[in-house]
C-alpha cells in the first residue's frame, strides 16, 4: 500500500544533524509554514545527533520525517521515513546493498504504511552525495530520461528526488523531467537560496527541497516558504 503521506508536501526544510542550529533558529524554521522537516546528510549522521534533533523538532506540529542514508542514523518515532536509491551510480551498494543490509538487521521493525522508497538523480558531481555515492551526475537532459523512466515508469518509485545539493540545478532539465513523469512525486533540492530560485523551481517539481540556506542566511530561508505557496 502506498498512501503518500507526503503528498500534500510542496515545501519541505532539510536539516543536517551533523549541524549545528541554535533554538531560535530552529523556533522561525519549525514556524515558518513549511509543509515538513526532512532529517539527513551525506555524512557524519549517528544515532545520537539524529535523536537530538527529532526531539527538538518534536516541540512543534510541523510534520518530521527521515530519510535513512545510513544505519547508525536509523531511528524510530519520525512521522515517515524515505529510504535513498541512487539511480545513476554504478556502485551497487548506494543503488541496492546498503538498503538490503538495512532491512536484514532492521526490517522487522519498519513502519511500511509510513516509509517510502526515493528514487535519486545525482546531478552536482562536487557535491559530497555525488561524491560518496560515486554518481555519475554529468549527464544532459536526454541523457537524464532512461534514468526517469527507470524509476518512475518501471520500478514504480513514489518519489523521484532531482538533487543538485548545493548548486541550484538546470530548471529546463527539471521541466523535462516533470514533463515525463507517470506517477512518482517530483523533489527538487540543489542551491535554493532566494525566494526566487524557490518559485524558480517550484514551478516544475512537486515538493521544493531548501537545506544549506538555512545554515548561512535565515531571513532568505524563510523567505522560500512564501515562494513556493505562491507558486501553488
Ligand atoms: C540536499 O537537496 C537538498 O540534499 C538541499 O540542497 O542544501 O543545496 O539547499 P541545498
Given at each position: 500500500m502506498d498512501n503518500r503521506w507526503y503528498a500534500h508536501w510542496r515545501h519541505?526544510?532539510?536539516?543536517?544533524?551533523?549541524?549545528?542550529?541554535?533554538?531560535?533558529?530552529?523556533?522561525?524554521?519549525?514556524?515558518?509554514?513549511?509543509?515538513?522537516?526532512?532529517?539527513?546528510?551525506?555524512?557524519?549522521?549517528?544515532?545520537?545527533?539524529?535523536?537530538?534533533?527529532?526531539?527538538?523538532?518534536?516541540?512543534?506540529?510541523?510534520?518530521?520525517?527521515?530519510?535513512?542514508?545510513?544505519?547508525?542514523?536509523?531511528?524510530?518515532?519520525?512521522?515517515?521515513?524515505?529510504?535513498?536509491?541512487?539511480?545513476?551510480?554504478?556502485?551497487?551498494?548506494?543503488?541496492?546493498?546498503?538498503?538490503?543490509?538495512?532491512?536484514?538487521?532492521?526490517?522487522?521493525?519498519?513502519?511500511?504504511?509510513?516509509?517510502?522508497?526515493?528514487?535519486?538523480?545525482?546531478?552536482?558531481?562536487?557535491s559530497t552525495a555525488a561524491k560518496v555515492s560515486e554518481a555519475e551526475a554529468n549527464l544532459s537532459s536526454q541523457d537524464v530520461l532512461p534514468y526517469v523512466w527507470l524509476t518512475d515508469r518501471l520500478l514504480h518509485m513514489p518519489v523521484l528526488y532531482i538533487e543538485y545539493s548545493g548548486r541550484f540545478g538546470d530548471m529546463s532539465l527539471l521541466a523535462r523531467v516533470a514533463a515525463e513523469l507517470d506517477q512518482a512525486q517530483l523533489f527538487y533540492g540543489g542551491g535554493i537560496d532566494s525566494a526566487d530560485k524557490a518559485a524558480q523551481a517550484a514551478k516544475h517539481a512537486d515538493t521544493v527541497v531548501v537545506g544549506n540556506v538555512v545554515y548561512d542566511n535565515l531571513q532568505a530561508a524563510i523567505s522560500t516558504v512564501q515562494a513556493v505557496k505562491r507558486m501553488v
Open positions: 519541505v526544510f532539510k536539516l543536517d544533524p551533523e549541524k549545528e542550529i541554535d533554538d531560535a533558529t530552529l523556533d522561525a524554521i519549525c514556524l515558518s509554514g513549511t509543509d515538513a522537516i526532512l532529517l539527513g546528510g551525506s555524512s557524519g549522521v549517528t544515532f545520537d545527533n539524529t535523536v537530538d534533533l527529532l526531539a527538538r523538532v518534536r516541540r512543534y506540529s510541523v510534520d518530521c520525517a527521515l530519510e535513512v542514508s545510513t544505519l547508525d542514523g536509523a531511528v524510530p518515532g519520525f512521522d515517515g521515513y524515505f529510504v535513498p536509491f541512487v539511480m545513476n551510480t554504478k556502485n551497487a551498494d548506494w543503488l541496492m546493498l546498503k538498503q538490503l543490509e538495512g532491512l536484514q538487521q532492521y526490517g522487522a521493525f519498519v513502519p511500511w504504511e509510513a516509509t517510502a522508497a526515493s528514487g535519486y538523480i545525482v546531478l552536482n558531481e562536487q
